[in-house]
C-alpha cells in the first residue's frame, strides 16, 4: 500500500514525530509512505534524516497555485496512491479540494486529528 502523509507545518512538538513513527512503521510492515510538506515545516528536516522519503510541497490554505501544485502531483502519481492521511486544517482543505476538483474518482483520504 502506498500512503501519503500531507502536512502543512505542524510545529516543533508531537505531530511531526508521530507522522515519522507511523511512516517507519507502516514501512517496516512492507508499505510505501510519502510525505507531502514545505520546506520550512520541522517535519521535512526530520523525515530526510530518519531516511523517508520527503516531497517539497507547500500547503498553504487558500493559495491557488498550491492547490494547482498538489493536484499535479497527485495526477502524476495517481496510479501508485492507496491513500492520502492529512494531519493539519490547511493541508486537509487542500486534499479535500484537489479530490473534489480533478478526479471523477477521488483518493481515499484520511484525516488525523493531532
Known amino acids: 500500500m502506498h500512503i501519503v502523509h500531507t502536512e502543512a507545518d505542524g510545529g516543533k512538538g508531537g505531530q511531526p ?3 515519522i513513527n507511523e511512516s517507519s512503521g507502516m ?3 512492507g508499505h510505501q ?3 507531502l ?3 520550512t515545516a520541522p517535519l521535512h528536516a526530520l523525515a530526510r534524516a530518519a531516511g523517508l522519503t520527503v516531497i517539497t510541497m507547500p500547503l498553504k490554505r487558500k493559495n491557488l497555485k498550491n492547490l494547482k501544485m498538489l493536484r499535479h502531483w497527485l495526477s502524476d ?3 501508485s496512491i492507496d491513500v492520502i492521511n492529512s494531519h493539519n486544517s490547511a493541508d486537509t482543505w487542500l486534499v479535500a479540494l484537489a479530490n473534489l476538483t480533478s478526479f471523477s474518482t477521488p483518493f481515499r483520504s484520511v ?3 493531532h
Open 17 to 19: 514525530l508521530r507522522i
Open 27 to 29: 514501512i517496516q510492515r
Open 33 to 35: 509512505v510519502t510525505i
Open 37 to 39: 510538506c514545505p520546506e
Open 77 to 79: 502519481n495517481r496510479q
Open 111 to 113: 484525516r488525523t486529528r
